[in-house]
């Protein structure tokens, strides 16, 4: 069992910075890939970044390639999400969510979701 906690969401001009953090609470967060996901208004959930358990492998969304960088500590059993220069269409409310071992990129693949936290953009 894993709970997460978002927290970092807030309001930031266009080509501002934010960085999101997750927090998990569970022993075995270690073997968790823990991905990012966001959800606009009216839009289906889609996927942001991943990291698998070590910390030795990231996949980003081709939109936030280049300006999204996801990392994790298991010794603080926390992952982070930095996101510079941002875009009015990153605007979204932003997940993170776990699945054992291998990373994913499908939302149906994790088994534990944060409650999110909203990242507002304006231009």
């Known amino acids: 069992q894993v709970q997460l906690v978002e927290s970092g969401g807030g309001l930031v001009q266009a080509g501002g910075s934010l960085r999101l953090s997750c927090a998990a609470s569970g022993r075995t967060f270690s073997s968790y890939a823990i991905g990012w996901f966001r959800q606009a208004p009216g839009k289906e959930r889609e996927f942001v970044a991943v990291?698998?358990?070590?910390?030795?492998?990231?996949y980003y969304a081709d939109s936030v390639k280049g300006r999204f960088t996801i990392s994790r500590d298991n010794a603080k059993n926390t992952v982070s999400l930095t996101m510079n220069s941002l875009k009015p269409e990153d605007t979204a409310v932003y997940y993170c969510a776990a699945k054992l071992y291998r990373t994913g990129f499908g939302a149906h693949q994790y088994d534990y979701w944060g409650q999110g936290t909203q990242v507002t953009v304006s231009s």
């Open positions: 990291i698998n358990w070590s910390g030795g492998s990231t």
